[in-house]
């Protein structure tokens, strides 16, 4: 009997050896076997919901009217929705400037957010700060191609990619049909040169009995994105005020100063335009209450253009000069570099989801800023949108005439110095060329340490 049991565990030893013996040939290493465990516990936890949770925290700012606070909390639910063990709080952080000044705060404090929508201008400043994540190995080719062109040139350092497009736009012109009936000009013929802007612009300025101006034929804004408003019109005389690379900047051209004069004249010359400070916020305000006729502006307000104005109005390109152009503007998406993975991947994640077609599409049409995608315009959702609205297709339209935002090295300063001396050649302090010669010895002074 003992010899018996002996025996019996024996063979019970054996078994279990033969069995662990073909358990660790199928599991050996890094098989597939083992990755496809480990995929299946891995989707074990998703489907049960023990997915370690992660918090994203995404800065953001509001540069446009609308609700656009509401629509990021909405899709931040939504994908939260999709995504359960993921939350992104959006922290609103006021403007453009008072957002790259807090993420420059946290950065610099060790506590940078996780994501953060930013003016795809900020680039080189970013860059030098040593605090983004590269995103060319993060998404594929296809994926960047999608894209218009003229809106990834302001995401590159060379080749390399560090921002994805979001709330992009372009400088558009919108005028008021009703008030070119009254002034005796065709409603479906925007001025498409400089001179015809001249004309229309003095056809429909109104003065009252005591000859002052009741209703302005043009309103272009001359605070915060001056140097934006004078890149198109020096893009529509021939030339671009900035190189590719962040290192150069091209104020004192002459197709510069033509630009700068003629932005001037409008106000101190030909009485068209109200002279001196236009405030970016106001000249909307002053086009929907029907004080100006004509306005250039972001196409992001396009949609609170169309729910707030009472009149019918157009949208064209920008008039020429020697050739149409405007510089693109608005916010890329960027991913920072000194977080856990795990944060970085849930981030990635976030800007696939707000950069599906449908998405952008939906994007566009509630807050007016440019579908940053060629796939957006082919959903049946925008395909129908414009159907119905024409105007939502001019900004996209103008792409092809569209150019890089001024970008550089220390950008805050070279934009600050920029905007200060347009500002007073608009005021009358200095002339157009001691502006641009001023800004351009200011701006060689900054960015002489990043020439090659």
Not at 377 to 383: A, G, R, V
Request: glycine share 8%; with cysteine.
């Amino acid at each position: 009997m003992k010899k018996f049991s002996l025996l019996i565990v024996a063979m019970m030893l054996l078994l279990s050896a033969c069995g662990n013996a073909s358990s660790n040939k199928g599991n050996g290493g890094n098989s597939v076997a083992s990755v496809e465990q480990g995929t299946e516990g891995n989707k074990e936890q998703q489907t049960s919901g023990k997915e370690k949770p992660v918090e994203l925290s995404f800065y953001f700012p509001v540069a446009v009217g609308g609700p656009i606070t509401g629509f990021i909390d909405k899709l931040a639910a939504d994908f939260h929705q999709e995504n359960p063990s993921i939350t992104v709080k959006p922290v609103y952080a006021g403007s453009y400037q008072d957002t790259m000044t807090k993420v420059v705060t946290a950065v610099q404090g060790g506590n940078s957010p996780d994501l953060a929508v930013l003016l795809s201008t900020e680039l080189y400043s970013l860059l030098e700060m040593n605090a983004l994540e590269e995103l060319t190995p993060r998404f594929s080719q296809d994926y960047f191609n999608g894209f218009y062109e003229a809106f990834m040139s302001n995401t590159k350092s060379g080749d390399q990619v560090w921002s994805v497009p979001f709330q992009r736009s372009t400088i558009v012109m919108y005028y008021n049909k009703d008030l070119f009936k009254a002034a005796n000009l065709d409603p479906e013929k925007a001025p498409a040169n400089w001179d015809e802007l001249r004309d229309y612009a003095e056809k429909l300025t109104v003065k009252d009995g005591s000859g002052a101006v009741s209703q302005w034929g043009l309103e272009i804004p001359s605070t915060g994105y001056q140097y934006w408003m004078l890149q198109a019109l020096s893009l529509q005389s021939g030339t671009n005020i900035v190189s590719n690379d962040g290192t150069e900047v091209y104020f004192n051209k002459p197709e510069v100063k033509e630009a700068l004069q003629f932005y001037v004249d409008l106000g101190r010359k030909d009485k068209v335009m109200p002279e001196g400070v236009l405030e970016w916020a106001t000249v909307p305000s002053d086009f929907i209450s029907g004080k100006t006729a004509m306005m250039f502006h972001t196409t992001g307000n396009l949609s609170k253009v169309k729910s707030d104005a009472k009149f019918d109005f157009g949208v064209s390109y920008l008039p020429a000069n020697k050739n149409y152009g405007s510089p693109t503007g608005g916010g890329n998406l960027y991913v920072f570099k000194d977080i856990p993975e795990e944060r970085k991947a849930a981030a990635l994640k976030f800007i696939e989801f707000l950069t599906e077609p449908e998405r952008v599409a939906q994007w566009s049409i509630d807050t007016g800023y440019v579908g940053t995608t060629k796939a957006a315009y082919d959903t049946e959702l925008l395909k129908n949108y414009v159907a119905g609205f024409p105007q939502a297709a001019v900004a996209r339209d103008q792409m092809e005439y569209a150019s890089s935002e001024l970008s550089t090295y220390q950008n805050g300063q070279v934009t600050k110095l920029f905007n200060d001396n347009i500002q007073s050649a608009l005021l009358g302090e200095i002339s157009p060329d001691e502006a641009l010669e001023k800004s351009q010895q200011q701006a060689d002074e900054i960015l002489k340490k990043y020439g090659k």
